[in-house]
């Protein structure tokens, strides 16, 4: 079952535009992961924020988690054409023997 | 140089025919993962192992099986059982321990097609 659903499916924007991923989900996290992955390529993870957190930072990265609404989003400021990629979501559940959940991802194009 | 890798990175089978993925890390990793990921979606748990000796079922495990002898492998055997085969493989360790913490390192991944 997938527990993160991004939004929007997909985003396309200029060089040097900041682009904003959503990710909602449905059940109690331990923390939520965001992974970017390249055209045929293994995933890479990009930032962790653990459910007590509200906001990190990783470079250009900023990630916010609202527990309440059961939400995260990953903006990525300054972008690259580099940042095109796919971007997954996963949220690490509260259950002992709890395993990462994916979302279907969000295809980022930076258009140079 | 420390990483998880898989081999090969392309394979073709015929139908019917067992085939086996290769996954290896040099992280000191106890838990190791495979997923299947199709076009347009998402990653899929095919089996988890917490620790040598030991694996669990994911969400689509009929039709594969997989062994864990070795810390540093965890091969996945993709059986003729297996409906729809064809698909990108990937392959994820992580430390365990760290409570609430689960960051996967994942391998280049295994495209298998079969025909």
């Known amino acids: 079952s997938q527990q993160g659903e991004e939004d929007p499916q997909a985003l396309s924007i200029q060089e040097g535009e900041n682009a904003t991923m959503n990710c909602s989900y449905k059940t109690s996290i331990n923390n939520l992961q965001w992974y970017r992955q390249n055209s045929g390529r293994g995933l890479v993870h990009l930032i962790l924020?653990?459910?007590?957190?509200r906001e990190k930072h990783s470079g250009r990265l900023r990630v916010t988690l609202d527990t309440s609404k059961k939400s995260s989003s990953l903006l990525i400021t300054a972008s690259r054409a580099a940042d095109t990629a796919s971007y997954f979501c996963a949220t690490d559940g509260t259950g002992a023997n709890s395993k990462l959940t994916f979302g279907k991802g969000i295809t980022l194009s930076v258009r140079p | 140089d420390g990483g998880i890798t898989q081999s090969p990175k392309y394979l073709f089978r015929k139908e019917g025919q067992n085939v086996t993925l290769s996954c290896e890390q040099n992280?000191?990793?106890?838990?190791m993962y495979w997923y299947r990921q199709d076009p347009g979606q998402g990653l899929r748990l095919i089996y988890y192992?917490?620790?040598?000796?030991?694996?669990q079922k994911g969400d689509i495990a009929e039709g594969y099986s997989v062994s864990r002898e070795k810390k540093e492998s965890f091969p996945l055997t993709v059986t003729s059982a297996q409906k729809n085969p064809t698909a990108f493989y990937l392959c994820?360790?992580?430390?365990?321990?760290?409570?609430?913490?689960?960051?996967?390192?994942f391998g280049p991944g295994t495209r298998l097609t079969v025909t």
């Open positions: 192992s917490q620790i040598v000796n030991d694996f």
């Open positions: 994820a360790s992580s430390i365990k321990g760290l409570a609430g913490a689960n960051e996967q390192y």
């Open positions: 992280l000191n990793h106890d838990a």
């Open positions: 924020i653990r459910s007590n957190e």
